[in-house]
């Protein structure tokens, strides 16, 4: 059973930094398509960044400042945050698709960000 785990959340100030880590348990790492999402309050969840193979995708609002990545040895996925602005404030997820083209399904529990200006 896949299993993700989400962690480096925190309470931060806007232009700080902030890694995120999502430790995967029950699949191979480095032959998964990995993404991270976001729910703001009262918003829907939304992409912010995957990673599959070597190519890397990322939401327009992150581009330039979030940088996504991931340790096969560690089977941890990360994403490195920069320049945070209170806008960034959600619950960020990890999540994983269970083969090449299909769905993220797989998901975290979530882990808060929090910016403030």
């Known amino acids: 059973q896949v299993q993700l785990v989400e962690s480096g959340g925190g309470l931060v100030q806007a232009g700080d930094s902030l890694r995120l880590s999502c430790a995967v348990s029950g699949r191979t790492l480095s032959s998964t398509t990995m993404g991270w999402f976001r729910q703001a309050p009262g918003k829907e969840r939304e992409f912010v960044a995957a990673?599959?193979?070597?190519?890397?995708g990322y939401a327009d609002p992150v581009v330039g400042r979030f940088t996504i990545s991931r340790d096969n040895a560690k089977n941890t996925v990360y994403l490195q945050m920069s320049s945070l602005k209170p806008d960034d404030t959600a619950v960020y997820y990890c999540?994983?698709?269970?083969?090449?083209?299909?769905?993220?399904?797989?998901w975290g529990q979530g882990t808060q960000v929090t910016v403030s200006s």
């Open positions: 990673i599959s193979g070597g190519s890397t």
């Open positions: 999540a994983a698709k269970p083969r090449p083209g299909a769905e993220f399904s797989f």
